[in-house]
Each structure stands twice: as structure tokens, then as C-alpha cells.
């Protein structure tokens, strides 16, 4: 009786989390959209002030507007960095005002090798699965550098793939993964290990 007791309440539990799994991408999507939204309403409180205006309607609509203009102001800027004066503009505005801010630069290079992780002259276009510890716990990992006898690999902290480990690992330690693409780690790494199947498989 117990027995049957414990397995309902270990499936009960099973379904809550595979429930929360499944929700929290959403959880997380609506967190930001709630918070970009406070951040917006709040900067429209000025307006308000000048014109005079108390209805909580019109406030809504106002911080509604000024979210919706600012979106297109991302995509005309997004836009015209396809173009050559676009690109010119943005470097430009970089070296005068943005790499003067502490960290951007750093930060910068960081997100560039991860957005161009396809790329075969990437570092982080290497992945691999890696015991570090030789107890048979394999970590997901990019390789970096090698030697003769070692790989350079960089073990990302999930799901904040910009943060993370570097370890100088013997080659027998760290197994490559040819088939798999760095797109497929890094989705598994945002994902907190959500669809590894595929790269469990070859590192098998």
C-alpha cells in the first residue's frame, strides 16, 4: 500500500515538474515583457507631469505608444546596419561614446563569438563533451585551443552561456562532438539541458 502510495505521489510530482518545465519559458517571456513594460511606464510618468494628465487609461496608452516606437526605432536601426553608411554610423558611435563605458567591450567580443559560433574560424565553433574529473560526468563544453596533448576548453555556466570555466584538459579526456553544430550546445545550455539527446548520443 505504501509502495503504491509513494509511486502516485513520484508521478504526481513528475507531472508538476515536467508541467513547470514546459511553462517556464513562458513564465520567463511574460517576466521580461512585465518588466520592460514597468521600465516604459515608469519613464512616461514626465509626460504625464507636463500635460497634466492623472486617468490611468491615458497612461497606459501613453507608455503603449512610446514602447511601440521604440520597437521601431530597434528595427530602423537594425535595418540600417545592412547598409554601408548604417555600419560606419554605429562604429562611429562606438568609439566615442560606447567603448568608454566600462565592460562593453568585453561583453561585446563575448556575445560576437557565441552569435557567430557557426562560423569554422569561431573558437566556440568546436563543441565537445568533456570528463574533467574522470568519473564518467561528461560536461558540455567548447573548445578553444589545442596542443599535441591538450585541448583549451571553455565550460559555459547554464543557462548564462557567457559565464563559465576555462580547463586545460589531455586530449583522452575530451571527446568531440563532429555531428553536432554549436547551435544545438548552446540551445541545450539555454535550455538547462533540455534536448541533449542528440549530442548525448554521439559522445556516447
Known amino acids: 500500500m505504501r509502495c503504491k502510495v509513494k509511486r502516485v505521489i513520484n508521478g504526481i510530482k513528475a507531472r508538476i515538474f515536467i508541467g513547470i518545465l514546459t511553462l517556464l519559458p513562458l513564465m520567463i517571456a511574460l517576466y521580461v515583457i512585465k518588466a520592460i513594460y514597468t521600465i516604459f511606464y515608469n519613464i512616461t510618468y514626465p509626460i504625464m507631469d507636463i500635460f497634466r494628465i492623472q486617468r490611468e487609461g491615458i497612461h497606459i496608452a501613453i507608455t503603449l505608444m512610446v514602447f511601440f516606437i521604440v520597437c521601431i526605432i530597434i528595427f530602423i536601426v537594425g535595418f540600417s546596419l545592412k547598409t554601408r553608411i548604417g555600419t560606419e554610423s554605429l562604429g562611429f558611435f562606438e568609439e566615442i561614446i560606447l567603448k568608454k563605458i566600462p565592460g562593453y567591450t568585453m561583453l561585446k567580443e563575448t556575445i560576437e563569438q557565441f552569435k557567430h559560433s557557426d562560423d569554422k574560424q569561431s573558437p566556440f565553433s568546436k563543441v565537445a563533451l568533456v ?7 561528461l560536461m558540455s563544453a567548447f573548445i ?23 580547463h586545460h584538459v589531455e586530449k583522452k579526456y575530451v571527446y568531440p562532438l563532429t555531428k553536432c553544430d554549436a547551435s544545438e550546445m548552446i540551445k541545450s545550455l539555454v535550455n538547462c539541458g533540455i534536448g541533449s539527446s542528440k549530442i548525448l548520443q554521439e559522445g556516447s
Open 131 to 137: 570528463d574533467l574529473y574522470e568519473s564518467n560526468v
Open 144 to 166: 578553444t585551443d589545442e596542443t599535441e596533448k591538450h585541448y583549451t576548453v571553455y565550460v559555459p555556466v547554464a543557462p548564462n552561456i557567457t559565464s563559465g570555466y576555462i
